[in-house]
């Protein structure tokens, strides 16, 4: 069985950066997209970040655009996000997600096959 594991999540000041890591275990199954979502408390999961595993090509919400960066190491199965210049608003819970959906829009939670369970980040000022 697939299975998602995020880690690197953790508490930072304002301005300060994390990295994040998914490692995908247990099947060779290939994902045509991954991403990362965030659920803040009291608030919905929004999409960060998304990346096509096969040409990279990367897409971000607004509020991350600048300051974060979702990647992918196809060989070891292992999707990442940096996060840099964190501000308190970014504080939530961290999913990592793969999918192999074509078209719609990459926010859509039903283009996703495949949750990890989430990493906090929380974030002070």
């Known amino acids: 069985q697939v299975q998602l594991v995020e880690s690197g999540g953790g508490s930072v000041q304002a301005g300060g950066s994390l990295r994040l890591t998914c490692i995908v275990s247990?099947?060779?199954?290939?994902?045509?997209?991954m991403a990362w979502f965030r659920q803040a408390p009291g608030k919905e999961r929004d999409g960060v970040a998304h990346?096509?595993?096969?040409?990279?090509?990367?897409e971000y919400a607004d509020s991350v655009k600048g300051r974060f960066t979702i990647s992918r190491d196809n060989a070891k199965n292992t999707l990442y996000l940096q996060m840099n210049n964190l501000k308190p608003e970014d504080t939530a819970i961290y999913y990592c997600?793969?999918?192999?959906?074509?078209?719609?829009?990459?926010?859509?939670?039903?283009?996703?096959?495949?949750w990890g369970l989430g990493t906090q980040v929380t974030v002070s000022s």
């Open positions: 247990g099947g060779t199954r290939t994902y045509y997209r």
């Open positions: 990346i096509y595993t096969g040409s990279g090509d990367t």
């Open positions: 997600s793969a999918g192999s959906a074509y078209g719609g829009r990459w926010s859509d939670f039903g283009l996703y096959n495949n």
